[in-house]
């Protein structure tokens, strides 16, 4: 394969992705596989697409994402974040338009912890008067 122009890592949730950018046609390949084939859904392919788009390079470069933990959604912005650092890397005039669309920002969102002597996070058990 080609020289590799710069790597990354992304996380979001509990999902870590490897990412590396190659000059190329526009392929993705995440995890051995197509986007469309790994992620199942065509708006988590759009996610993992979008800092090429802002950035006017969806047919400039190969992408190889490996990512591990959670699930497809999780990965899916990980691998994106991942893309939008190595793009960054590639081209800092990208900085800004990243920037404005809030590319280049790690989503802190996670899932809020189960409280003791409760159903889930914020759910309460049914109150009975009597």
Do not use: W
Not at 25 to 46: C, D, H, P, Q, W
Not at 71 to 78: P, R, T
């Amino acid at each position: 394969m080609a020289q590799e122009l710069a790597s990354a890592t992304g996380r979001r949730k509990t999902s870590t992705a490897h990412v590396k950018v190659f000059l190329g046609s526009g392929k993705i390949v995440l995890n051995g596989k197509s986007a469309l084939e790994y992620l199942k859904r065509e708006t988590l392919v759009m996610i993992v697409k979008q800092p090429l788009q802002v950035t006017e390079s969806v047919d400039s470069y190969d992408i190889i994402a490996c990512s591990k933990g959670g699930g497809l959604s999780g990965q899916a912005g990980a691998i994106r974040l991942g893309i939008a650092r190595s793009l960054l890397k590639i081209d800092e005039s990208a900085r800004k338009s990243l920037r404005n669309v809030g590319l280049l920002t790690r989503d802190p969102r996670a899932v809020e912890r189960k409280k003791p002597g409760q159903p889930g996070a914020r759910a309460r058990f049914q109150f009975s008067k009597r």
